[in-house]
């Protein structure tokens, strides 16, 4: 790949990343409209929360009114950090029976109440023949567009399950897009988008395949790291260009939780890398010369892409694990800076060519400012790390950082 291919491919990136998780939009509000084939008092019924099926989804464990203010208490399925459902205080407004309701949540058992200072949730149905129209609209302040994108399809998600709800009387769990196949034709899609960047030949595809390979493996780790501390849910979403996102099934425990699963995603590749390397030169001394280029590609491509994982951006796995292990922001700054340095350095000893590694960590600072206290703060503080266990997160930061650095510099040396 080029040194332009390879700077408009990592712009293109940070530039994504920027938009999708850190770009200001103020308020911003979406509106779902779907005309469902069914009575409006039996869809008031599945909507209202209080009403006979309002279990409809599985979501709503139970309701009560605290007092006539419209205050209430909705207990919900999914798992708080504890394990137990999510507790949730609402307050409803403008309700008028049978056709609409607006809710704004008060706080819960999972998140900072500051979440949903500015979120606000209206429900909306009117009757059309012997069908009904129902309008959902979700209000809330945004910083990135992923969220708002997020919330449009979630949206538009629970009216096609009422639909089929209102239609057979079941609840119809997943969807297309979390399918396997889906997520399968989402990762071929990727490699076809990479392809031009390492060049239209059957070279090209092969690297484009090899990365869109690397980073599954990457959020196999993470969605391994998530199962072995307690995530019976856990999954992964494969997302063209952008890679891949491992999702927990409940919110972070512990500050070491979230260490060992960021920690994991590159962790994961290291045990790879030195197989990779041990049989692609197994692979060239049995004279099979193109197995032997291919396994040091794979090794090549998954050290450097783990390794540039370990940046100490914020939403970086490297800056991360970082803010769990440092006990202090003297600390976390000095540890920062020497990791960021030794990334550097690595590349500066791999062949990167020195204008293009300053332009890099200057690129890379310029993020982690833009996205530095962007995610979502917990109700309650995580559980602290211990020593013991700040210390060995930090050795495996160490050995997960020397394996992949090894594998990049073994790598950069068979290949040029």
Not at 61 to 73: I, R
Not at 91 to 102: D, I, L, N, T
Not at 338 to 344: E, Q
Request: charged residues 15%; contains cysteine; hydrophobic residues 50%.
């Amino acid at each position: 790949m080029s040194v332009i291919a390879t700077v408009t491919l990592v712009a293109g990136n940070l530039g994504l990343i920027f938009l999708l998780m850190t770009v200001p939009l103020g308020l911003r509000t979406v509106t779902v409209s779907r005309v469902i084939g069914a009575d409006r008092k039996r869809l008031w019924e599945a909507l209202w929360p209080f009403g006979g099926d309002a279990g409809w989804s599985g979501e709503i464990l139970s309701a009560e009114l605290l007092d006539g203010e419209g205050n209430a208490l909705i207990r919900l399925s999914w798992e708080g950090r504890d394990g137990l459902p999510i507790e949730r205080k609402a307050q409803f407004q403008e309700v008028v029976e049978g056709s609409r309701f607006s809710m704004r949540v008060v706080e819960d058992t999972a998140l900072d109440p500051s979440f949903w200072a500015n979120y606000r949730e209206t429900t909306e149905l009117v009757s059309e023949g012997g069908a009904t129209r129902v309008t959902l609209t979700q209000t809330d302040r945004y910083r990135g567009v992923a969220f708002l994108i997020f919330r449009f399809f979630a949206v538009r998600r629970e009216l096609a399950k009422l639909q089929v709800w209102a239609r057979s009387g079941k609840y119809r769990k997943g969807g297309w897009f979390e399918h396997p196949v889906s997520q399968i034709g989402f990762a071929v899609l990727s490699a076809f988008i990479l392809w031009p960047f390492f060049g239209l030949n059957p070279g090209g595809l092969a690297l484009a395949a090899i990365l869109t390979s690397v980073v599954a493996l990457h959020e196999l780790g993470h969605m391994a790291a998530f199962r072995l501390t307690g995530h019976s849910r856990a999954r992964m979403i494969f997302v063209p260009l952008l890679g891949g996102i491992a999702i927990g099934g409940r919110p972070y425990d512990s500050r070491f939780e979230v260490a060992f699963v960021a920690l994991m995603g590159a962790g994961f590749s290291a045990f790879l890398v030195p197989v990779l390397i041990a049989a692609s030169g197994l692979a060239g001394s049995e004279g099979h010369r193109l197995a032997a280029l291919l396994l040091a590609s794979l090794a090549g491509c998954a050290a450097l892409f783990n390794i540039a994982n370990l940046v100490p951006v914020w939403k970086f796995d490297g800056g991360q694990v970082l803010r769990q292990i440092c006990p202090g922001p003297v600390a976390l700054a000095l540890a920062s800076f020497l990791l960021l340095s030794a990334l550097l350095a690595l590349g500066w000893r791999a062949g990167f060519p020195p204008g293009f590694l300053l332009v890099a960590g200057a690129v890379f600072s310029m993020l982690s400012l833009l996205t530095v206290g962007s995610g979502v703060k917990p109700r309650n503080e995580l559980k602290p790390i211990h020593a013991f266990d700040r210390l060995a997160m930090a050795g495996a930061l160490l050995a997960v950082f020397a394996i992949h650095g090894y594998g990049v510099l073994w790598a950069s040396q068979q290949l040029m």
